[in-house]
Each structure stands twice: as C-alpha cells, then as structure tokens.
C-alpha cells in the first residue's frame, strides 16, 4: 500500500527527521537531486533506471552522449531551487554543458538552497530567469523545472509562465512538482495551458496532486526517489489523516455452494430500460457472486429472459412484492440505481430495499432520488455504498462540491472524507481520479493514471459495471469499504487488460484474466 501525502504532511515528515537527528536538510537535498539525475541518466539512455517508475516515457528526444549533451535548470526561490541548483551541480560532473537561471534576488536565497547555490557558483554562473527567451530552446536542451514545488501557494508569475510556455518543445524533467500544479489538489494555478513535464521525479512518497484531477496529464511519467526517510514512513499521520492508493483485497474462494458465496439482487427500470441492471448482474456474477438475481417490473419481464442465462430473474411488481424476494434471507446484498427510473414508485422500492439493512450499492437514479428525498436520505445505513460522479456528487452534496471548486486548501479526499460523514456510509466518488472515503476518515484514490490509464473506460455504462462489481463483492461477505476499494480497482484493471475500443460489456468478460492474474 503507498499514501499519498500532502505538501504539509511531507513537510512535518522532513521537520521530524531533521529534528531527531535521522538526516539533515542538506543531506536530503543532495538525495532529492541526485535521484532526479540518476532519473534523467536512465531516461536519456533508455534503460531502466534505478527508480520505480510509473507510466510511459517518450524517447528522449534532446541531444545526446555523442552528439553532446545540455540541460537548462530553471531555480525557484525555495528549495525546489535548492534541488535545481544539485542537479546543475550533478549533471556538470556527468558531463552535460548546463545552465542556471533563477527566478529572483540570489540573495534572498536561504538555508540549504544558498549553501547549493553556492557551490554551483564555483562551477558556472546563475541568470535572472527573465533571461531566458525562446530562441535559446530550439537546441532541444533538456530542461530541469526546478522553479517550485510543494511550497507553491499563489497563481505563477508572469515571468515563469512565459519560460514555461518557450520549453514546450524541449524535454522536461519537473522537480518534486511540475511547477504551477498544485501538490495538495492536482489543479494548475494558472490561467494559460502550460506544457506538460515528460519525467517529474517526486521524493519519499507521491502526493495527492500527482494523482487527483490533472495531476497525471501534467506529471507525464511519475517516479519516485528515496531521500534517506525510507525507514520513516509516514509517521505520526492517524489512520484519517492519511490517504493511500487503492489495493484489492484476497479474492480468493474457499469452497462451499453457491449461496455460500452470497446472493445479489439488482433492480432493473422498466421496458427497454434493463441493459444498465444486466451489466451491473453480470459484474456481480463476474466477481464471485454465487448467484444474482435481476429484479424488473412484470412488463419488462420477456425482454430480461430473452437475455440472462446463468443470471435470475424475478418479476418485482410492487413495494409488496419486492418485500416478499426481501423475505429471502439468503439475498445479501443489494445493486439499485442503473437505468432503475425516477418515478414515485421507485422512491418506495428504494425505501424498502433500504428497510432491509442489507449491504447495498446505491447509484444513478437512486442517488437522484436521494438528493431529492431528505426520508430516503435518513434510511441510509453503514452497509451503503454511494456511488456518484461529479454531477450526482454535486446534487446530493452541493456544499462540498462548492466547496472543492473553490476553496484552495480543499482537495477531493477531504470533500469526500466530508461526504461519508455527512451520510454515515462509503462513498466512491467516480472520475479518473477515483475517491472512496468511510465514515471514520479511511481513504483511497484509484487512480487510472499512468500505467493504469485507461482514458476508454469512459464509455456508456461503464459505472455500471462499476456498481455490480461491488455489490457482488459484498454479496461475497466483503466489507462495503473492502468491495468499494476492490470493485474500483478490478474495475481500472480490466480496462487496462483489455485496452482500446472496449465497451462496459467487455468489462466483466475481462475479469477472469485479472482474477486469474492476482492470484498466480
Ligand atoms: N528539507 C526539505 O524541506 C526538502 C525539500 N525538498 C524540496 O523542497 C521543495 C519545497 O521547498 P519550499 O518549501 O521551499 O517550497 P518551493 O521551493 O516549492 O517554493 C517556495 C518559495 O516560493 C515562493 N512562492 C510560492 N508560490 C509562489 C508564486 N506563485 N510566485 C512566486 N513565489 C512563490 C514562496 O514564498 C517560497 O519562497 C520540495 O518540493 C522539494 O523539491 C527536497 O530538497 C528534499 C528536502
Ligand atoms: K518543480
């Protein structure tokens, strides 16, 4: 499992180790820089490099051992800089012809980054970065973003932007942060469309602004350099301080019949309304459900028969008759929402299937109308499982939706920690950057981003796919917060297995290969 930190958190850790003696900022530094340099070694001679990486990079595309190789290393004023200026100092010695610029008065410089300053002054000169024009670029020199990093806290200057902007064509390496994304929240604090970084290299653990929102697009491929706090960890965050990347739990089947490995029902809409429940079954079969049954209302009945096999199918006429299959104690888990309908007697079977306690993936329609029902509402219970997009997430939660587009120091973990709390219940808040967070502060994101990128996964029907895998994994006795985890990650995976030109039908028919996969 890996956290994901932010700037404050990674800060806190490096203040402790340099308190208790562990490793000192300049040692750190020296680490940060040199794992960059070992990064764009390994890069520019297309071999693997000693850093775990995550993602695809391009060829290197700048000049080369023969042909002579060049770097421009942009320096911030903090110690985003103070890395710049060990990178300068590394590649020199590696050979490279470098550059330095710097993005105010040297000296302002403090601490650990005037003490690298001053040792690359006794290499090569340092130029305001307002000396740096376009014309300079078009040698395809390599260039070290070291202008800021998680110590950004305002909009770019002008002056940045504009070099930012003349490098477009160059390869770029970003230090800790692709400068101008915010480390905590993924957003670019900019008004212009900056180019995105090839290689950004980050220290000790990734943080949340390479995973949330344009995080990834901005990063290019992501690694991440140890910088002596390995033997540290994330010390001394509390369980609800701290997020980490989403990790499947142990599928594995004991043996048993059927119905020990649980019973879903999942509520389809009406006439020419049921393609959405049947993935959603099929998902829930897919993963391990011993049995799944498609409830629909009477007339939609042929239309459900003409297309299940293995999947049942019951006619659900009214509350009465829903509360009847209700009575079947070996149903345990609950799949409504996909293509269910909006009418008033939908409200009523949603109540009911509420009632029942029983572990239940509430999506779509269903959380439309929970966001319009404060009763509905109120029968939410701890076995739920919400799963909203952005637009779903905003009708049931206006105020933190508000709130994370406009509040700065909000990312979507804290909105969606918020959330769960609001609601007493797991809530998975969908995107690329994927949030689950549970009532007591547990929190994940899976992301599909770089090597689990997977932009076909949005694709009609794909949430509800999404929405049967968990239900089946808590038919399979799984926890609401396990199956959500779970459910998205396997859900990632199998797009990823299958690749390009999927549709959500091939969704479920991928998951043996990924089931199969984590078990060898
Ligand atoms: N001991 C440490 O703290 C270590 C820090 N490291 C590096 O240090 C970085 C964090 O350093 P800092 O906290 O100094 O932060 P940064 O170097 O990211 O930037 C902070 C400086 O930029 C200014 N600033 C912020 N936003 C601005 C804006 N929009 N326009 C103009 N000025 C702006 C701040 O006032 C401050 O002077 C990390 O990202 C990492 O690269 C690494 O060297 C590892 C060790
Ligand atoms: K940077």
Redesign the pocket.
């Known amino acids: 499992m890996t956290e994901l930190l932010t700037s404050a958190q990674m ?1 806190a850790i ?1 203040a402790d180790a ?1 308190a208790t003696g562990h490793v000192s ?1 300049l040692e ?2 020296e680490a ?1 820089g040199s794992g960059v340099v070992a990064a764009i070694l390994a890069w520019r001679d297309g071999r693997d490099g000693p850093l775990s990486l995550h993602g695809k990079l391009p060829r290197f595309f700048g000049q080369t051992v023969e042909t002579g190789a060049s770097a421009v290393v942009l320096c ?8 710049g200026f060990v990178i300068g100092r590394l590649l020199h010695r590696a050979g490279w012809a470098v550059e330095v610029f710097l993005l105010g008065d040297p000296e302002a410089l403090r601490g ?1 980054a005037r003490t690298n300053y001053e040792h690359w002054l006794e290499i090569g000169d340092v130029r305001p970065l307002s000396d740096c024009t376009s014309d300079r670029w078009i040698k395809q020199t390599l260039v070290v973003d070291a202008l ?10 002008d002056v940045v932007e504009n070099v930012l902007m003349a490098t477009a064509n160059c390869p770029r390496v970003a ?3 692709p400068s101008g994304l915010c480390a905590d929240r993924g957003v670019v ?1 900019s008004e212009r469309s900056l180019p995105a970084a090839h290689l950004t290299v980050t ?1 000790h653990r990734p943080k949340l602004g390479h995973l949330l929102a344009d995080g990834p697009t901005q990063c290019g491929a992501l690694a991440v350099a140890d ?1 002596g706090l390995a033997a540290r960890g994330i010390a001394p965050f509390k369980h609800d301080q701290v997020v980490s990347e989403a990790v499947p739990s142990d599928l594995r089947k004991q043996q048993g019949h059927k119905y020990s490995h649980g019973h879903a029902l999942v509520l389809s809409g009406g006439v020419g309304r049921g393609g959405a429940a049947r993935l959603a079954a099929r998902a829930a079969l897919r993963v391990g459900a011993g049995a799944v049954t498609i409830g629909c209302p009477p007339a939609a009945m042929i239309e459900n028969a003409a297309q299940l096999n293995a999947i049942m199918l019951q006619a659900v006429g009214d509350v009465g008759a829903l509360d009847a299959i209700l009575d079947d104690s070996r149903i345990n888990a609950l799949c409504v929402g996909p293509g269910f309908g909006l009418s008033e007697d939908r409200a009523d079977k949603l109540h009911a299937l509420l009632k029942s306690g029983r572990a239940a993936v509430i999506d779509a329609d269903a959380l439309t109308l929970l966001s319009k029902d404060a009763d509905l509402r109120g029968a939410l219970h701890g076995k739920c499982v919400l799963t909203p997009h952005a637009g779903e997430f905003a009708r049931l939660f206006p105020d933190l939706a508000d709130a994370m587009d406009s509040t700065p120091d909000r990312n979507k973990t804290e909105i969606v920690r918020m959330a769960a709390a609001d609601v007493g219940c797991v809530v998975v808040f969908k995107g690329a950057d994927t949030v689950i967070a549970d009532p007591t502060g547990t929190c994940c994101v899976n992301a599909s981003a770089y090597h689990r990128a997977a932009p076909w996964l949005a694709t009609a029907g794909s949430g509800d796919v999404l929405a049967g895998l968990i239900a089946g994994l808590m038919a399979r006795g799984v926890t609401p917060w396990d199956a959500a985890q779970t459910g998205a990650w396997l859900h990632t995976e199998s797009a990823v297995s299958f690749g390009p030109g999927l549709i959500a039908e091939d969704l479920p028919e991928e998951l043996p290969n990924v089931l199969q996969n984590i078990a060898s």
């Open positions: 800060r490096e340099i900022g750190m530094m940060a911030g004023p903090g110690n985003n800089g103070g890395d650990d800021f990093g998680t110590g950004l806290t305002r909009h770019l200057p230090v800790d942060v604090l220290f910088i």
